[in-house]
């Protein structure tokens, strides 16, 4: 027994003269007893809350002062101001400067004066909105994109920079535009003129004669007067002691007015009228998806050679014929803005061996809805010109001085219309559409060959199988 105690007792005193080993680790582990964040609470911008605490606080203080602003309106109240959008804390002491609590503050902005505003400027869009963080997001489907510009600028104004668009732009976004190119032109030229001349006939020593002449005629031809001899007329085209005209004249009248043997007087008339008309139409169509570009060009390109300097020559390539570039962007449900140029241009002569081309384009930005045309360009042009040649003083002599003058005017007259036509489109059954190619068939041996048809007889369709909508026939009112 008493060997039992004094061996207890020796361990006790062993024990408490032990050094005391603390784990240095944990003592570098801060830990959080009292005071982590125990609740949230949310306000939007411009908007105020009160709080009431459970127990009474001596002090209150706030994270970031630029979000959220605090005061005390008791010692359990608090009221808390939304300032800007963003997350802080709040942090609640007690009278003895201990930490009661945290709590998170989420300032949004203010959704619900935004979505009055957005139902006022967008009544018949269902556009969801949603916070995140300090941020806006937007949903939906939107009738066009003009719609989605003014609910994104809406939003910028209550969360700027912070705004995200999940929004899609709902119906048809695909755009047919027709464009007709419609152009005529007509021209009339006429010309008058006069040729006096006489000549004396040679003889055995002057075979040549002498001829002289006066006037001025002109037309596509001029004619030419000359004395007439066997030598000067191998072909016996003229008479004996006469003049000779040139075979080429158009419009041309011959007139012998004196014949006195060896002298002869002759008299050329000329005149003609030139009368032109051509007609140009073109109607090219083009589909594109909205904000998208397309071009469209039936034509060819023509080489022209170009000299690059040091007596190299280049070859460039001048496009022609008809072409079409434009991009569509629907706006609205049925509202498009286009952003076109469009060209017809052809070859129309040579000049030195460089072609010359005729060019009508148009290019502007214009905004219709579907179905909808615009006459996007239009030229009316007339050209008159006039000329008169005469001789000199003989040509002012009263009556006699019109056979000294010729006359000449051309008018030419221009109209050109562009309109352009806008249609919404969805694609279709391609059974449904019908190729140019769908109406020609190649003839048989029977056909070409014995009945001279250059194609063969057309299949004939079945009209009770197709699908007719709306009135189609012969209508007599």
Do not use: C
Not at 46 to 74: C, K
Not at 173 to 178: C, R
Not at 258 to 278: H, W
């Amino acid at each position: 027994m008493y060997w039992n105690r004094l061996f207890r007792a020796g361990l006790i005193g062993l024990a408490l003269s032990a050094p005391i080993v603390t784990d240095a680790s944990a003592q570098s582990v801060l830990k959080v007893m009292r005071g982590a964040t125990s609740s949230n609470i949310s306000v939007s911008v411009n908007r105020a809350i009160v709080m009431e605490a459970d127990r009474p606080f001596a002090e209150l203080s706030v994270a970031n002062p630029g979000i959220a602003d605090i005061a005390t309106l008791g010692e359990r109240t608090i009221y808390v101001l939304g300032k800007a959008p963003g997350r802080t804390t709040l942090t609640i002491l007690g009278p003895e400067g201990e930490l009661i609590t945290n709590v998170d503050v989420q300032v949004s902005p203010d959704l619900a004066e935004f979505k009055e505003r957005l139902r006022d400027i967008l009544p018949n869009e269902p556009i969801e909105v949603r916070t995140a963080s300090d941020g806006i997001i937007l949903s939906g489907r939107v009738g066009g994109a003009r719609k989605v510009s003014r609910a994104l600028e809406l939003a910028e104004r209550y969360a700027p920079g912070r705004v995200t668009n999940l929004m899609v732009v709902g119906g048809t976004q695909q755009v047919m535009l027709k464009v007709r190119f419609a152009e005529m032109s007509r021209s009339v030229g006429k010309d008058l003129g006069t040729n006096l001349g006489a000549a004396l006939a040679g003889n055995d020593n002057d075979p040549g004669g002498v001829a002289f002449g006066g006037g001025t005629a002109s037309g596509l031809a001029t004619g030419v007067l000359v004395p007439v001899g066997e030598e000067n007329d191998p072909e016996g085209n003229g008479a004996e002691g006469g003049l000779l005209f040139d075979g080429n004249v158009t419009g041309g009248l011959g007139v012998t007015l004196l014949n006195m043997g060896d002298f002869t007087v002759n008299l050329l008339i000329q005149a003609l009228e030139n009368k032109g008309l051509v007609r140009t139409l073109a109607e090219p169509n083009l589909v594109a998806v909205s904000g998208e570009s397309a071009s469209f060009l039936a034509g060819g390109e023509f080489p022209i050679p170009v000299d690059a300097g040091d007596g190299a020559i280049t070859i460039e390539f001048k496009t022609f014929g008809i072409q079409l570039d434009f991009s569509p962007t629907v706006i609205d449900e049925d509202l498009v803005r286009l952003d076109l140029r469009t060209e017809v241009s052809s070859i129309v002569e040579f000049v030195e061996g460089s072609p010359s081309f005729s060019n009508r384009s148009a290019s502007t930005s214009v905004e219709m809805r579907d179905g909808q045309s615009f006459a996007i360009a239009g030229l009316l042009q007339d050209d008159f010109t006039d000329a008169v040649s005469q001789v000199p003083w003989l040509s002012d002599v009263p009556i006699l001085g019109s056979l000294f003058r010729s006359s000449s005017f051309t008018r030419l007259q221009t109209e050109l219309v562009i309109i352009v036509t806008a249609h919404m489109v969805s694609p279709t059954d391609g059974d449904l559409l019908t190729l140019p190619t769908d109406r020609v068939r190649i003839p048989s041996e029977l056909d070409l060959f014995l009945n001279g048809n250059i194609e063969g007889t057309p299949e004939v369709r079945d009209v009770a199988r197709q699908d007719f909508q709306g009135s189609y026939g012969y209508v007599m009112e």
